[in-house]
């Protein structure tokens, strides 16, 4: 595969740079010395404001997009909320990826989620699986708009030629991640309900579900590198994984966070929540093949992420419930 750099000094617009993934992409792009980077905040700019979007584009004409805005949320926040999740992200799609080929964008990347894959697809799951069964139904919503994402990138590329690609992450944390209590994924309400437990010196944390499900996490620090990289070294239609390979139980994630936290009470389960997809371990191999490896193992990841949580804490930036 041909390696491309990407032009340092060329405008790039980080859509989305408030999130836990276009904030860490912004990170690293500054670290690597990008001279011309252009962002928005959803105040500034509503992305799901198709007027609004073609001015900017009109205006700004950025080479490079990295299309990390999105309506996200965990489980609870995703089965409650389908129609937002389906509609704010068709339309934040629809309007970046048509108003960057509109004004000359020649490099785009567009994140989307390992929820795309089917609920049974064969583990760990390859890219090919796309498409070839039903979807987990507490995040359907969200994956038919991501999946229409992936096959706009596709038919961008078809009919006009551009140089555009997608990237589907696994489950990802890190600072600048949600930390709302119901609303949010699991790594960061499990660190703020053990932190809570921890201080007020409670005897027991809940836990969603049943504990079974296994879920594989990668740092957004990773996935930034990951971003750049495949800008670099991909430029083909089909999404690319990005991910660590492993994956854990529920239980073992939720016992790895109150040892980082430094909880020692019990774990109670409440199996009135939903457990969502039983396993969704991507298979990396492809995105390993060019030259990508994660860095940053769980345990790291999640001491740094709690001593950040803690910062945000004690500068209040972030509020206890
Ligand atoms: P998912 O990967 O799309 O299912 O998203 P989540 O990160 O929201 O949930 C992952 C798994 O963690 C599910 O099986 C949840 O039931 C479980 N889980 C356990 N405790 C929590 C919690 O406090 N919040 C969330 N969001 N999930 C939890």
């Given at each position: 595969?041909a390696?491309?750099?990407?032009?340092?000094?060329?405008?790039?617009?980080?859509?989305?740079h408030?999130?836990?993934?276009?904030?860490?992409?912004l990170r690293?792009?500054?670290?690597?010395?990008?001279?011309?980077l252009?962002?928005r905040?959803?105040?500034?700019?509503?992305?799901?404001?198709?007027?609004?979007?073609?001015?900017?584009?009109?205006?700004?004409?950025?080479?490079?997009?990295?299309l990390?805005?999105?309506?996200v949320?965990?489980i609870?926040?995703?089965?409650?909320?389908?129609?937002?999740?389906?509609?704010?992200?068709?339309r934040?799609?629809?309007?970046?990826l048509?108003a960057?080929?509109?004004?000359?964008?020649?490099k785009?990347?567009?994140?989307?989620?390992?929820?795309i894959?089917?609920?049974?697809?064969?583990q760990?799951?390859r890219?090919?699986?796309?498409l070839?069964g039903?979807?987990?139904?507490?995040?359907?919503?969200?994956a038919?708009?991501?999946?229409?994402?992936?096959?706009?990138?596709?038919?961008?590329?078809?009919?006009?030629?551009?140089?555009?690609i997608s990237?589907?992450p696994?489950?990802?944390?890190?600072?600048?991640?949600?930390?709302h209590p119901?609303?949010?994924?699991?790594?960061?309400?499990?660190?703020r309900?053990?932190?809570?437990a921890?201080?007020?010196?409670?005897?027991?944390?809940t836990?969603?579900?049943?504990?079974?499900?296994?879920?594989e996490?990668l740092?957004?620090?990773?996935?930034a590198r990951?971003?750049?990289?495949?800008?670099e070294?991909y430029?083909e239609?089909?999404?690319?994984?990005?991910?660590?390979?492993?994956?854990?139980s529920?239980?073992?994630?939720?016992?790895?966070?109150?040892?980082?936290?430094?909880?020692?009470?019990?774990?109670?389960?409440?199996t009135?929540?939903?457990?969502?997809?039983?396993?969704?371990?991507?298979?990396?191999?492809?995105?390993?093949?060019?030259?990508?490896?994660p860095?940053?193992?769980?345990?790291?990841?999640?001491k740094?992420?709690?001593?950040?949580?803690?910062?945000?804490?004690?500068?209040?930036?972030?509020q206890?419930?």
């Amino acid at each position: 595969m041909a390696v491309t750099s990407l032009d340092r000094s060329a405008r790039t617009y980080v859509a989305g740079h408030r999130g836990l993934v276009g904030g860490a992409v912004l990170r690293h792009l500054q670290q690597l010395g990008f001279g011309d980077l252009v962002t928005r905040s959803s105040s500034e700019l509503d992305l799901r404001d198709p007027v609004a979007v073609e001015a900017f584009f009109a205006e700004q004409r950025p080479a490079t997009v990295i299309l990390a805005a999105a309506k996200v949320g965990g489980i609870l926040a995703n089965s409650t909320y389908p129609a937002d999740f389906l509609s704010d992200n068709l339309r934040i799609q629809v309007n970046v990826l048509d108003a960057a080929a509109r004004h000359g964008s020649t490099k785009l990347l567009f994140l989307g989620s390992s929820c795309i894959y089917p609920k049974f697809a064969p583990q760990p799951i390859r890219e090919d699986s796309l498409l070839t069964g039903p979807l987990e139904p507490t995040n359907d919503a969200y994956a038919i708009a991501k999946i229409a994402g992936v096959l706009h990138v596709q038919a961008l590329r078809r009919q006009y030629g551009l140089h555009y690609i997608s990237a589907m992450p696994t489950n990802l944390y890190g600072p600048g991640d949600n930390f709302h209590p119901t609303g949010s994924h699991v790594l960061p309400a499990l660190i703020r309900r053990f932190d809570e437990a921890a201080r007020s010196g409670a005897s027991s944390v809940t836990v969603w579900g049943t504990g079974a499900p296994r879920r594989e996490f990668l740092h957004v620090d990773d996935l930034a590198r990951a971003c750049v990289h495949l800008l670099e070294h991909y430029d083909e239609p089909e999404p690319v994984n990005i991910g660590v390979g492993e994956d854990l139980s529920i239980r073992e994630i939720a016992e790895l966070v109150a040892e980082v936290v430094g909880f020692q009470g019990e774990l109670e389960f409440d199996t009135s929540k939903p457990d969502g997809t039983p396993r969704k371990l991507l298979d990396v191999s492809k995105i390993k093949s060019f030259g990508w490896e994660p860095r940053i193992t769980l345990r790291d990841g999640l001491k740094q992420t709690y001593r950040w949580y803690c910062e945000q804490l004690e500068t209040g930036q972030l509020q206890r419930t």
